[in-house]
């Protein structure tokens, strides 16, 4: 097998998906639609980076049932080397259940199952270390926290490392994230992510998390938020932020794709955006890519069911920067 680029560590799951009326404090409302797809943050992202063209591989744990299989199975379909995934019996594979409303919000309920099982036993840090970048995100145990904290001291200076906190990590704040910020090479968070971990707006929270320790900070600002550039204000849809310079990226075209439901959207951002990193591409055009496959995401419903292969996605691209990648 030629050489795996990326290895993703974090949980599996299965999305349930409902679309409901509204969402609620108290009371009831009906569901108009119920789909379950593959999922998990990490999961998404590598499993976008095989669709375009990247070998990557995933260590992680399923149960033993259906739902594992499938998470396999849909690895596989794609090329994602899954010989690291450890299946755990009698264990239930890891289950989200999300609802959402007519206004893309959304109220998401986590059912760790045999994610909570993988142990340090369950890595083999050689895997990692062949690998020229890892991306982690977050799992619900303290278990499986204190061991990526001891992952890290045993990666290769070579290896970079991704790391993408979500909500869950987020939370624990600066001191609990400290070992593994010194290490990261980007940082992926949203807005409002940022603030949980940092107290402060998303700009002076990119400046924290540089003097952490991070290369790069990347975050995404949802649907877009107003901000002064050069003097004039722009719509932009993330922020990037190193050493050297920072970047506002702007949404390439007011036509968006439809979007049908957001879930993986900041999933499908890290692929498009890792692609580019991995493509030797400046940082202003890795966001940019990250935006590009992050819309073919959201055009259809579950994370993983719109993205893009590396010609839908040149093909994009050259429609709306009449350029080539």
Same mark, same amino acid.
């Given at each position: ?31 108009k ?100 970048l890892i ?37 624990r ?11 990261? #090479? $980007?940082?992926? /968070?949203?807005? *409002?992510?940022?603030?949980? +971990?940092?107290?402060?707006?998303? @700009?002076?929270? &990119? ?7 991070? #290369? $790069?900070?990347? /975050?995404?600002? *949802?649907?877009?938020?107003? +901000?002064?550039k050069?003097?004039? @204000?722009?719509? &932009? ?11 506002? /990226? ?6 968006? +794709? ?37 819309q ?8 993983r ?21």
């Amino acid at each position: 097998m030629s050489r795996i680029e990326v290895v993703g560590l974090g949980a599996l799951n299965i999305d349930h998906m409902y679309r409901v009326e509204r969402l609620l404090d108290d009371g009831e409302a009906t569901v108009k639609e119920a789909q379950s797809f593959p999922g998990g943050s990490a999961a998404n992202t590598v499993y976008g980076l095989a669709r375009l063209g990247i070998r990557t591989g995933f260590i992680g744990a399923v149960g033993d049932d259906a739902e594992g299989s499938l998470l396999l199975q849909d690895f596989q379909r794609v090329g994602v080397d899954s010989s690291q995934i450890r299946e755990k019996p009698g264990a239930r594979t890891g289950a989200v259940f999300c609802l959402s409303d007519p206004a893309g919000q959304r109220s998401l309920y986590v059912m760790p199952g045999a994610n909570n099982l993988l142990t340090n036993d369950d890595l083999d840090v050689a895997y990692v270390n062949q690998a020229g970048l890892i991306h982690l995100s977050s799992f619900v145990h303290d278990r499986q926290f204190r061991m990526l904290l001891e992952l890290i001291t045993r990666l290769e200076p070579s290896t970079r490392l991704s790391f993408a906190p979500g909500a869950l990590y987020a939370t624990r704040g600066l001191t609990a994230l400290s070992p593994i910020l010194a290490r990261t #090479h $980007i940082l992926f /968070i949203n807005e *409002g992510e940022i603030g949980q +971990l940092t107290d402060k707006d998303f @700009k002076a929270g &990119a400046e924290t998390c540089l003097e952490q320790g991070c #290369h $790069i900070v990347a /975050i995404t600002l *949802g649907r877009g938020k107003r +901000l002064d550039k050069g003097g004039k @204000k722009v719509t &932009a849809i993330a922020y990037i932020r190193d050493a050297d310079s920072e970047h506002l /990226i702007e949404p390439a075209s007011r036509k968006r +794709l439809a979007t049908t439901e957001a879930t993986g959207a900041g999933d499908a951002f890290v692929a498009g955006f890792l692609y580019g990193l991995l493509k030797g591409k400046a940082l202003d055009e890795c966001g940019r890519l990250g935006d590009i496959v992050a819309q073919f995401s959201i055009s259809k419903i579950g994370a993983r069911q719109g993205l893009p292969t590396a010609t839908e996605l040149a093909q994009r691209y050259r429609q709306l920067y009449a350029g080539s990648l």
